[in-house]
Structure formats: C-alpha cells, structure tokens
C-alpha cells in the first residue's frame, strides 16, 4: 500500500492529513500486511462482505478509528461480528495492522480515505448493523464547522446504508458538537433515540474507554455518547 493510495475527496473533507512520524514498524506492516487486511476496491467496485469474510455475520463499521484501539478490544471481544474500520491517516493504520496480526483475529478489514466517498460507491443500502464515529475531529472554530462530519448529509447517508433496527453510535468530547448532532438526529426521521427525546445516552459497555479517554476522564473532562437505532 502507497501512502498516497487512496480515494480522496471531491467535497469540502471533513480531515486534514496530518501524517505525522510512522514507526518502522508501522511502516513494514502497510507493506507486509495491508494485502491481507486492506482494502482497494476499484472505482465503482461493491464490496460483497459475506465473501470477504467468508460468512454470514453481523457487520459494524467504524468510521475514523484512529489507532484503533476500541476497534482492536471490541473485535477480539466479539468474533462473531465483522468490523471494517475506515481511516486517512496512515500511521492509524499501520498500528491497527500490527494489532491484527498480533491478537491473530480474522474479523477486521481496513479501508483509507474519505468515509463519504466511500461508503458511497463500495456499499449498497440496508448493508449495516451498526455504525460507530467515537472522537470525530470536531473542527471547534465557528468557521470550520462546516467542515465537520457529522452532518445531515452524511447522517442521510449512514441511514440510508444502515439496516432496520441497525445502530449509529456516536461519542465526542465536545459540548457543542455533541448538540449539534443530537438536534439533526433528532429530527431525522429515520432515526429513534434509544436514550429518549433529546437525551444523551450513558456509555454502552461495548464501547471500550481508550486510555486517552480515561486521561480526560481523571481530569473532569466529559464524554457524550449519543445511540439512535434507524426505523
């Protein structure tokens, strides 16, 4: 896998790459173990994922995943389910490919680049039972906002892909940001909040609490989590 080999956006992105230092470890796994847990669909190409796992199964998709660690623990914890953990920067994926090949799992696939673009072109509707977004940039400048990714655009979007009763699980550490989204949901809809009207939702069990999270955590930081299931 090239760093650069990978769809980029035709819309305002939602990310800046920032590549930052990748170990050479990081580095031998994008070479060495990319052709067996990544993902290079050709343009227009449907990812048939009862084939690229080789089984029926539920399918979560998470978008943004950055090193991976909740991807990693929450694969490892349900071998049942089938992940695929989508990510633009590269040193992400490399640490989440060493983490594959370490834990020995065969439930995650990885694709890189714009998760608009995409879940738009690779996947069909009702292909989802669940979609996780933790810690989304939250572009925090008023006139960034527009940039951020959670918007009703891509919210339509993730509805449309999800299956009935399939869940959207999001969480962020930003107040505002957290609002925001929770006002679109809200009056989407094809959306229900499972914590009721205009509620933000106590932290599932499932989603794992990174150690940066607990950092914030220690420091009062808060986190909101918001789970809508699509009708």
């Known amino acids: 896998m090239k760093k650069n080999d990978f769809i980029k956006p035709q819309r305002i992105p939602s990310y800046v790459l920032r590549q930052g230092r990748m170990t050479t470890s990081q580095e031998e796994a994008l070479a060495l173990l990319w052709p067996r847990y990544g993902l290079t669909p050709a343009a227009g190409e449907k990812i048939d994922l009862n084939a690229l796992f080789a089984r029926q199964a539920e399918r ?4 943004g995943f950055g090193m991976g660690q909740s991807l990693i623990q929450m694969a490892v914890e349900n071998p049942s389910i089938d992940y695929i ?3 633009v920067h590269t040193p992400g994926i490399g ?3 060493l983490a594959i090949d370490k834990a ?3 439930n995650i696939r990885i694709l890189r680049g714009d998760a608009a673009l995409l879940l738009a072109a690779h996947f069909d509707e009702k292909t989802w039972d669940g979609f996780q977004v933790f810690f989304p940039d939250p572009w925090p400048k008023r006139r960034h906002h527009k940039r951020r990714l959670l918007q009703l655009s891509f919210l339509t979007l993730l509805l449309q892909q999800l299956k009935p009763s399939g869940f959207l699980h999001i969480a962020t550490d930003w107040e505002d940001y957290a609002k925001e989204t929770l006002t679109i949901l809200s009056n989407m809809p094809g959306f229900v909040n499972a914590a009721g009207v205009g509620e933000f939702a106590p932290r599932p069990l499932t989603r794992p609490l990174t150690k940066f999270e607990n950092r914030g955590l220690k420091r009062g930081y808060h986190v909101w989590d918001l789970l809508f299931y699509a009708v």
């Open 85 to 87: 953990g989508i990510e």
């Open 104 to 106: 020995k799992i065969n």
């Open 60 to 63: 979560v998709c998470e978008i």
């Open 95 to 97: 640490a989440l490919l």
